[in-house]
């Protein structure tokens, strides 16, 4: 019987956007079992399993070992891709860390820019980091979002390019240009309404001087965000793009 292994539902979104043939980078790999799914769906061929931390590294080993990819997985001890060389890679997954850790690891490679497919899914701080892809010569050419448990992800799919400057509802949840056209979309689009509702109702009540912006910025999306949400059913009904 051929081995398999079950991912979350995160976790197998980034993998259905990882090329065929793809020589993937796998950073903050934890117990490597994204690589590791890839390779025994022959997807790819050879991948790198990387994290800071050697207790995490250690827990990839044990799933390398487990499925017999000793031949096919390197394990490497370092912070982002700083033990990655340029053209090791065509394809890079960086899930579950916050955005502004993610902009910081893609900072210190810019050889990520020349031909890499990156596949981010940052847990929190997405404005920042979507703001600092398009300042930063990087474009975001897909967007979906997942959800699991009771938490909903938001997967970028960028490579090097030139991005149009946001907005900050695009900031937030994405270019809509960008959305694949699912309709788990209506439901997240609810939800971050929702959220910032509350969050609104507490910066008007907040007298911190530096909460004036904030509130002036969220609200600016909040407005936006309303507006997809009322136009979202149909561009639903438009069918994936």
Known sequence: MRQTIQLTPRLRAAADWVPEGARLCDVGTDHAHLPAALLLEGKISRAIASDIRP???????????????????????????????????????????????????????????????????????????RRWLAANGYAVRRERVVREGTRWYALLLAEGGQEAPLSPAEELAGRPTHWVREPERLEALRALVDKNEKLLRGLERSAKPEDGPRRVWLQQAQEELTRWLREAPRWLADGET
């Open 55 to 129: 207790g995490p590294l250690s827990r990839a080993e044990d799933t390398v070992r487990r499925y017999g990819l000793e031949e096919r997985v390197e394990l490497r001890l370092c912070p982002g891709l700083e033990g990655i060389a340029p053209g090791e890679a065509d394809a890079v997954t960086i899930c579950g860390m916050g955005g502004e850790m993610i902009l910081h690891i893609l900072e210190a490679a810019p050889w990520t820019k020349q031909g890499v497919r990156l596949i981010l899914q940052p847990q929190r701080s997405q404005p920042e980091l």
